[in-house]
């Protein structure tokens, strides 16, 4: 990584006083500087063992009074000590490999299980989705329901999310937080804030099954107010139950898509009406704490 001296551009670290170039893609907004840092070489001070860091290569060498003591002190490291770069580097590190030596023995420290699931497809169903999206246009333009067009974008987001981790469920909470509000933007509440009953009635209006229900989309908005994808959570969820919430992100997206595809047939054939949405007034409570945000931003920008 380019923080690292490991690479020339990709990111947004550049060497004070020299001559760099800028990057700027005007349709997506990314951009990017070189950088002429030379690869980091830091000897780290620890104690028990002796540290060091070669580019972007972590090297550390200590005893481990067994196998499992040395797996725990790797994942700390993993997860850990890429937070702790981030405080102060300007571009958010991640591991890429982690590798243990014990003796002659190199040992991979890799997922002990992988289960993703695959799209199989034909070309002609390729282009077939194309005239299909092509077509359901104008149902998501009508203002009457707007309800659909938020509920697509918060899955579109949860898919993005999901592809775009670079460590093993690295956005598993907001992929559920998406999820959740995916369903709650179709099957709003009544006001009463019983968010799974309101989902349950619509869902059972579109003839989904009760272990459909219950098992495919409901856990996104129960798990959203039960683990930290709404919510802050401090403790650690045992592996067991990290391996289920895992799966079940895994596999749901193709229920959810299902939901849509059942969802634009009914309003089509005209056996299901998306409840009604009223475009909130724009002197509410966002515009307040945007306005609030402009006044600090003003201050702040000076």
């Given at each position: ?32 500087i ?23 290569v ?31 580097l ?119 099954t ?11 908005i ?70 609030r ?10």
């Open positions: 990584m380019q923080p690292f001296g490991m690479e020339v551009q990709g990111g947004r670290t550049c060497l004070a006083g020299a001559k760099v170039s800028f990057g700027f893609n005007a349709n997506t907004g990314e951009h990017f070189s950088s002429a840092l030379k690869p980091l070489n830091v000897i780290l001070k620890s104690s028990g063992s002796t540290a060091s860091v070669a580019g972007n972590l090297s550390i060498c200590r005893n481990f009074g067994s196998l499992k003591e040395a797996h725990e002190f790797v994942t700390q490291l993993y997860y850990i000590f890429p937070m702790l770069l981030n405080v102060d300007g571009d958010p590190p991640f591991v890429e490999r982690a590798e243990l030596k014990i003796g002659q023995s190199l040992l991979g420290w890799e997922l002990a299980f992988f289960d993703q699931p695959i799209h199989q497809t034909t070309q002609q169903d390729q282009e077939n989705f194309v005239t299909e999206a092509w077509e359901r246009l104008p149902i998501v333009l009508d203002d009457a329901r707007h309800r659909l067009l938020a509920s697509l974008h918060y899955f579109h987001v949860a898919c993005r999310l999901a592809r775009r981790g670079n460590t093993p469920g690295e956005f598993l909470a907001e992929v559920i937080l998406n999820l959740s509000k995916t369903i709650e933007a179709l099957f709003p509440h009544s006001g009463d804030g019983k968010n799974r009953e309101a989902a349950r009635l619509g869902l059972r209006a579109l003839d989904f009760e272990p459909d229900i219950e098992g495919c989309y409901l856990p996104a129960a798990l959203r107010n039960e683990i930290d994808s709404g919510h802050v959570q401090l403790g650690m969820l045992d592996p067991a139950d990290l391996e289920v919430l895992h799966s079940y992100v895994d596999h749901v997206e193709r229920d959810f898509k299902r939901l849509f595809k059942r969802v634009f047939e009914r309003l089509l054939n005209g056996t299901f009406v998306l409840p009604p949405y009223e475009v909130a007034s724009s002197k509410g409570k966002e515009s307040a704490v945007v306005e945000l402009r006044k600090y931003e003003e201050k702040r920008m000076k």
